[in-house]
């Protein structure tokens, strides 16, 4: 066996190389700060020391979030591989990533528990259990993940950001505020600190504030991934709740039209944003083409839940009414299959009110969406971003002419946060 180092979180780490250790310990920054080097650093620690297992499991990691899926699972096995004869550390790292990359959901994330209950500092395979558990809709999980955790890494800005963000999903705010502030404080670099304050501000109703923040504390955090475009948005998303309507949509084009992307975060952020529009009565028009295309090849393809209905929105409101009815008989054919328990009461629901808004058939969209509202929450997604199902609903109110259902709904929208949408929508009850 090759000797033994720790790496920066003090973990046993399998390698006899110091240029080894220094690259790695880079890559796993990056990773949790979302860097895009992040890849090239985990390389350059395997180049150094082909055994290093954990860096394969970084490659991996890195391979997947940017949904180059046979990458990640040739990495993956790497990792398992050359983990076999090294320590418990090293092992339950590899394995509870490789289980990931293969798709093996529920097995990763026991392996992903198991290992953290004994070695609670190893924070890439937390961040990894984190966000499984943020596209499942288990923000209480999450927060006390974070909070049973923090000790272990005590001022570590990484856990602190994400302790942040669970505490805002849990309409925390005051506290969330401060935690989020504290790991900014600690690390300027923190992009997922960033995107807690980004989520806290807005759910404070503090649109300018976070408008003037957003920015210089985005432009801190160096090399990011593509995970800057979710950053900036949120702050499209701030100024359209703040009624400025076309400079979102003038930032939409910016980040999201020029070079239109298909990875699932660039994707369902910007169909979110042209819908969102779309409900703000904006002529989309043409803008959608390039979506529609993008969702027309993906929509086969096993992915996330939330992402598959900004699918739906994209056909639907491209008028690409062949493969929107192509993609919801998938997803019927889905439902004997389904492990989820989601799919048939949930899923198909919400894919057909999608439908039914984009043709004009408001009341049917209400039958669709509405009985299924409670359980929106575990297709993943923040509030934030569920909003848009919440939108939808009670705009298809209105154009309905439901004044009963739509005064309920915005009684309940207007009590958790107030922006433009939901003052507009009053200003029409008001009438």
């Known amino acids: ?71 990640a699972r040739a990495a993956g096995e790497r990792a ?36 953290l209950g004994g070695f609670p500092r190893d924070l890439s395979i937390l961040q ?29 800005s990484f856990i602190v950001g994400m302790h942040a963000f669970a505490l805002e999903q849990a309409d925390r705010c005051d506290e969330a505020i401060r935690v989020a502030q504290a790991a900014l404080t600690a690390n300027p670099d923190d992009a997922w600190a960033v995107h807690a304050l980004a989520h806290t501000l807005y759910e404070m109703e503090a649109y300018d504030t976070a408008i ?11 090399d990011l991934n593509w995970f800057r475009n979710h950053l900036y948005w949120h702050l499209a998303l701030l100024h359209l709740a703040a009624g400025d309507e076309a400079r979102a949509s003038d930032m939409c084009r910016q980040a999201f039209e020029r070079e239109p992307s298909s990875i699932a975060g660039n994707l369902h952020d910007s169909i979110s944003l042209l819908w969102r ?36 929105m994209a056909l639907a409101a491209g008028g690409d009414w062949e493969h929107a009815e192509k993609q919801l008989e998938s997803y019927r054919g889905k439902v004997s299959r389904d492990r989820t328990g989601l799919i048939g009461p949930v899923v198909i629901p ?73 003052l507009t929508a009053n200003g029409r009850r008001a009438r």
Do not use: N
């Open 212 to 222: 003037r923040r957003l920015p210089p504390a985005t432009h801190a955090c160096q």
């Open 277 to 312: 529009l779309g409900l703000a009565r904006h002529d989309i028009g043409a803008r959608w083409a390039p979506f529609v295309t993008i969702a027309r090849e993906r929509y086969p393809k096993i992915g996330l839940l939330y992402h598959q209905t900004h699918l739906a």
């Open 128 to 156: 990894r259990l984190y966000i499984l558990w943020f596209w499942q809709g288990r923000f209480p999980e999450m927060l006390a993940l974070t909070s049973s955790h923090a000790r272990f890494s005590p001022g570590d």
């Open 350 to 422: 919400l894919l057909e009110g999608i439908g039914a808004f984009a043709r004009g058939d408001y009341a049917r969209a209400i039958e669709r969406l509405e009985p299924g509202r409670d359980r929106w929450v575990h297709l993943g997604g923040s509030r934030a971003q569920r909003d848009v199902f919440t939108d939808t609903l009670l705009e298809a109110c209105f154009r309905a002419g439901d004044a009963e259902r739509a005064e309920r709904l915005l009684a309940e929208r207007v009590a958790r946060r107030r922006d433009h949408f939901s």
């Open 1 to 71: 066996m090759a000797a033994m180092m720790t790496d920066a979180y003090d973990l046993p780490l399998t390698t006899a190389s110091p240029a080894a250790r220094e690259r790695y310990d880079a890559g796993t920054r990056g990773l949790l700060g979302w860097k895009a080097s992040a890849l090239e650093s985990f390389d350059a620690a395997t180049a150094a020391d082909p055994a290093l297992a954990v860096a394969h499991a970084g490659a991996a990691v890195c391979h997947f979030l940017d949904e180059r899926f046979d990458e």
């Open 80 to 115: 398992r591989a050359a983990a076999a004869g090294q320590s418990a550390r090293e092992r339950g790292h590899a394995e509870s990533i490789a289980l990931l990359v293969t798709g093996k959901v529920g097995d990763a994330e026991r392996a992903m528990r198991e290992h």
